[in-house]
């Protein structure tokens, strides 16, 4: 034997398979991670029917049933618009309709940030003992929240007839449709963030939530744009819950978003959408050790 071969020999053998035994683990649970998602989609009608049963619990053995939720908003958007409208020294036939939708809007958006973060962990025992797709529950809070919010839409419909030299009934008010499943893609984007690390840390739903608070106060919600001066404005513009409020609150007014606005969606949907990802394939099969 040659000195050549005793050396080549002696030398570890590198199988050519190595580095896909390494890969194999990282692209089964992107797999998973997708498959997951594709089968909360195709499961709609389960989703849909346990967000209908939440609410309908809710309010079992009530005449009304979620219609209170829409009674108790018209009660506190109207006697804030005509309060604030006087506190603010503003027209009651602009600012009224502005508040109404501003306040349907972001009553949808905080609710829905409120019950996500609490998502998987208020599902233990479901998540323990049936097997369904992760992103089914987001689907099922963000569709509860969903249809309260087309309730809830009967607290403007008499605002077009009231202010009618304010607010019109046009082909602007159609766009609200697509900026509704805007909000509810970015809500199932950043729904499955919020939901693995409310799991994950459970200081994190309260932190959330006293943020939330402070969110509805810096955002042009009670208050409009036009108050601050425009060396300020630019800061509020770039709060990006202003740019989905507008999103709604636009069309149910007559209007139609600004192209600022549809750039910093574009912008939060594709960070969103990327984060999920990319968050979910690597962290999906912890979830259940979290609880």
């Known amino acids: 034997m040659s000195e050549q071969e005793a050396i080549l020999l002696n030398q570890p053998t590198q199988s050519t398979h190595a580095p896909h035994a390494v890969d194999i683990p990282d692209i089964s649970q992107r797999q998973l991670a997708w498959n997951d998602l594709v089968e909360g989609v195709t499961q709609w009608r389960l989703w849909l029917l346990l967000a209908y ?134 809500a199932i984007c950043y729904g499955i963030i919020l939901a693995m690390i409310g799991a994950r840390y459970r200081d994190i739903p309260q932190v959330i939530k006293s943020l939330i608070n402070i969110i509805f106060f810096v955002t042009p919600i ?36 600004t192209s600022f606005n549809f750039i910093m969606i574009s912008i939060v949907t594709l960070i969103g959408m990327i984060g999920c990802y990319a968050m979910f394939s690597a962290r999906r099969s912890r979830i259940i050790y979290w609880l």
Do not use: C
């Open 53 to 186: 049963q939440d609410i309908k619990l809710r309010y079992r053995r009530s005449i009304l049933g979620p219609f209170w939720i829409t009674i108790s908003m018209a009660m506190t958007v109207y006697s804030m618009g005509f309060l604030y409208g006087h506190l603010f020294h503003m027209p009651i036939q602009e600012y009224f309709p502005y508040l109404v939708a501003g306040m349907l809007t972001w009553s949808l958006i905080s609710t829905t940030l409120n019950d996500l973060v609490d998502t998987y962990s208020a599902a233990e025992i479901m998540l323990k003992q049936i097997k369904l797709p992760y992103s089914l529950y987001i689907h099922r809070i963000v569709a509860k929240n969903v249809i309260i919010f087309l309730h809830n839409l009967l607290v403007i419909l008499p605002i077009p007839f009231i202010f009618h030299d304010a607010v019109k009934i046009n082909w602007y008010t159609l766009l609200f449709v697509p900026g509704l499943m805007i909000i509810y893609l970015n």
């Open 222 to 257: 009670m208050w409009k744009l036009e108050v601050l001066p425009p060396s300020k404005q630019i800061i509020v513009l770039l709060n990006p819950f202003y740019s989905f409020i507008e999103l709604i609150r636009a069309p149910l007014t007559g209007y139609a978003p």
